[in-house]
């Protein structure tokens, strides 16, 4: 088990349900397991990258301590998403980096949601759809305790690189990881500028 699961927060994260095998498409990208189970997240628990995994879709796993202790220190999952406020705070008592579940569809509903944040060490902001972030007005992104995570419908590289311009971290479908890994045929800038470093191969 490793000591200190959260080493580093990559700039990707590859979203999977774990159930074939996985291999990184670079340097900085790391593994987010959903829609899962238990057997899922065990077989997947030895990957030498940073793991994460959304524990509310993942079948017969709680939201409670035991839940947080079972993957943050059992299976070494250092960063996990939650839209429970006390499962987010559980996580980050044990060492792991938390991110709380925010949905921005509008501006109710992002303060609704900001309402129940626990708001300490170790807890960040998961923003469903990711595809928002850049619409945020300035003054509601300085609402979000960081760090701030872009989660959900996140596939062109204009919208990517938007995100990122704001966020710490996105979650990415595999078959946008490998559209960003080619360069651009008219030389224009975008995500793939920015994540390059990160998808070049060890």
Same mark, same amino acid.
């Given at each position: 088990?490793?000591?200190?699961?959260?080493?580093?927060?990559?700039?990707?994260?590859?979203?999977?349900?774990?159930?074939?095998?996985?291999?990184?498409?670079?340097?900085?990208?790391?593994?987010?397991?959903?829609?899962?189970?238990?057997? %899922?997240?065990? $077989?997947?628990? &030895?990957?030498?990258?940073? #793991?994460? =995994?959304?524990?509310?879709?993942? *079948? +017969? !796993?709680?939201?409670?301590?035991?839940?947080?202790?079972?993957?943050?220190?059992?299976?070494?999952?250092?960063?996990?998403?939650?839209?429970?406020?006390?499962?987010? %705070?559980?996580? $980050?008592?044990? &060492?792991?980096?938390?991110? #709380?579940? =925010?949905?921005?569809?509008?501006? *109710? +509903? !992002?303060?609704?949601?900001?309402?129940?944040?626990?708001?300490?060490?170790?807890?960040?902001?998961?923003?469903?759809?990711?595809?928002?972030?850049?619409?945020?007005?300035?003054?509601?992104?300085?609402?979000?305790?960081?760090?701030?995570?872009?989660?959900?419908?996140?596939?062109?590289?204009?919208?990517?690189?938007?995100?990122?311009?704001?966020?710490?971290?996105?979650?990415?479908?595999?078959?946008?990881?490998?559209?960003?890994?080619?360069?651009?045929?008219?030389?224009?800038?975008?995500?793939?500028?920015?994540?390059?470093?990160?998808?070049?191969?060890?």
């Amino acid at each position: 088990m490793n000591s200190d699961p959260v080493r580093h927060l990559p700039r990707i994260f590859e979203a999977s349900n774990g159930l074939g095998g996985w291999s990184p498409l670079g340097r900085d990208v790391g593994l987010l397991l959903r829609d899962t189970n238990l057997t %899922a997240l065990l $077989a997947n628990a &030895g990957y030498d990258t940073t #793991l994460a =995994v959304d524990c509310d879709g993942v *079948e +017969g !796993l709680g939201d409670d301590r035991a839940a947080a202790e079972f993957l943050v220190l059992r299976l070494g999952f250092g960063v996990v998403l939650t839209r429970h406020a006390a499962m987010a %705070a559980n996580v $980050a008592s044990l &060492g792991g980096l938390a991110f #709380l579940k =925010v949905y921005a569809l509008d501006s *109710e +509903g !992002l303060h609704r949601s900001l309402e129940g944040h626990p708001r300490g060490p170790a807890i960040g902001t998961a923003i469903c759809p990711g595809l928002v972030l850049a619409h945020l007005e300035p003054g509601e992104v300085s609402l979000l305790p960081r760090p701030i995570m872009g989660y959900g419908l996140l596939d062109a590289p204009e919208d990517i690189a938007a995100c990122l311009a704001i966020a710490d971290s996105v979650v990415l479908r595999r078959q946008a990881i490998e559209g960003l890994a080619a360069p651009r045929s008219d030389g224009r800038a975008d995500a793939r500028d920015i994540l390059q470093p990160a998808l070049n191969r060890p």
